[in-house]
């Protein structure tokens, strides 16, 4: 019997919110460590970031020795198990895009990774056809406020539709500061939870690994579509405590 995947996307108006990382970063765990099978919507028009990154990690593979074994060898030990679709798609396209793919082979989990463009037609009609949204935010009073009017409206247009795929949105804490969150973070999650949106209990630290990309001298990566995060950076970066609250969640 076909599988019905479940459709995902890290999903806010604000640029620069985490969006594209947590894509890539849940996204090859989850393929390359816990064995499912998943694909990626690139909807990111024009700047398509993953599917660039996803030819900068080909390259950066192709030009050294010591990264093709480690493909190999993942390769090898993954059943002969390939790399995950990246789809160089937009808004507009993303779901016949995503459907197509199904008709190719049995997912578990396809991720959107769309623009921050508020009233895009494409990026709402994509975003009511997920059954997921995560939201990244920040502890900052203008983003989460912005954050939290578009989640709202999109709540509006579910209401108006009457019917959606969406099972849930879910907020998530990016880029804290610090070892612990701060007194600050009570009282915005008292807003949040006012307006009756859940919060994920798990929190991403600020840290630099999120910004590296290539390494000098094979030094262990973080953030790539051909590999998971390795296990020595993932370690304070909360990673392995957000996909096991993902996968209860979406399960
Ligand atoms: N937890 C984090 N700590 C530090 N930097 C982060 C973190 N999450 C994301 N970043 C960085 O913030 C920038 C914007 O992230 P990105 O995923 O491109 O956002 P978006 O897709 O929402 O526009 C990138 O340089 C990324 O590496
Ligand atoms: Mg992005």
């Not at 973080?222 to 996909?243: N, Q, V, Y």
């Amino acid at each position: 019997m076909k599988k019905e995947p479940k459709y995902v996307a890290f999903a806010t108006q604000k640029g620069g919110a985490g969006k594209t990382t947590l894509t890539v970063l849940v996204a090859s765990y989850l393929h390359y460590v816990k064995g499912y099978e998943v694909a990626v919507i690139d909807c990111d028009y024009p700047q398509h970031s993953i599917h660039q990154m996803r030819e900068r990690n080909f390259q950066m593979v192709e030009g050294d020795e010591y990264y093709k074994g480690m493909a190999y060898e993942q390769i090898m030990r993954l059943g002969g198990k390939k790399f995950y679709h990246v789809i160089d798609s937009s808004p507009e396209e993303a779901l016949a895009d995503a459907r197509n793919l199904e008709e190719q082979w049995d997912f578990d989990f396809i991720f959107f990774d769309l623009p921050g463009t508020i009233n895009s037609m494409g990026v709402t009609q994509t975003l009511l056809n997920v059954d997921y949204i995560i939201s990244p935010i920040s502890a900052d009073r203008v983003v989460l406020e912005s954050t939290l009017n578009y989640l709202l409206a999109l709540r509006e247009q579910i209401k108006k539709i009457g019917q959606t795929h969406i099972k849930g949105i879910y907020l998530l804490w990016n880029m804290v500061d610090g070892r612990e969150k701060s007194e600050l973070y009570e009282v915005y999650e008292a807003v949040i939870a006012e307006l009756g949106f859940p919060l994920l209990k798990t929190f991403i630290p600020d840290s630099k690994r999120f910004r590296r990309e290539q390494t000098i001298g094979h030094k262990a990566l973080f953030r790539s579509t051909l590999f998971p995060a390795d296990k020595s950076l993932i370690k304070g970066s909360h990673l392995d405590a957000l996909i096991d609250e993902l996968l209860e969640i979406l399960k």
